[in-house]
């Protein structure tokens, strides 16, 4: 399994800003908040591995548009070869079926509440979607076969809540361990069940980044 992780959601789209839902068939550009984000978090990565001398990881990311764009500004800051980031679709956002591309409002005026707002996670079952459990199932896949040593990767708002649960432990919901939102622009260290913040975003949180 890989460590130390360092892990990141794709920065804000054009969809995060007008609350429409992405799961992985729309395409769905980095806003220029989202540009100036993503360089925020290849600075942090690049200022951290600086100070400390460790050697850059592998750069690892979700085949979504939106992961492999925020993947490119890191590894700008990286030095690392675009064409060496590693592809995986297991690191796929929470596959939101019949909701892809439709307005949130839109989605609870004919469906009713999606959102359980105590724990700022998607109620199931997701029409035609996948749930959580399937998400930490091809995660488990990943871990497993992903090799050790470092690792960044590039994922999405509930993909990674999942994984760092599965890693660090979070408040189970519909039988998943899954670890408590962070803003758009953050990047998290997972190394030995603990996890620290290398940088802290100002962009959305949860259900906005799905």
Known sequence: MPSPLYLLRHAETVFNRAARMQGNEAVTPLTLAGVRQADAMGAALAAHFRATAEPVPRLWSSPAPRALQTAAI??????????????????????????????????????????????????MPIPGGEHYRDVAARLRAWLDE?????????SHGITTRVLRGLLVGGRAYEGVPIAPDTPQGTVMRVADGQEVAICVGDGARAFRAA
């Open 74 to 123: 890191l590894a700008d800051h990286l030095g690392i070869d675009w064409f060496a980031v590693r592809v995986d679709a297991r690191l796929r956002e929470l596959e939101v079926g019949r909701w892809v591309g439709r307005d949130y409002a839109e989605i609870v005026a004919s469906e009713g509440e999606i959102i359980d707002l105590e724990h700022r996670l998607f109620r």
């Open 146 to 154: 992903a090799g050790a040593g470092p690792a960044v990767v590039v």
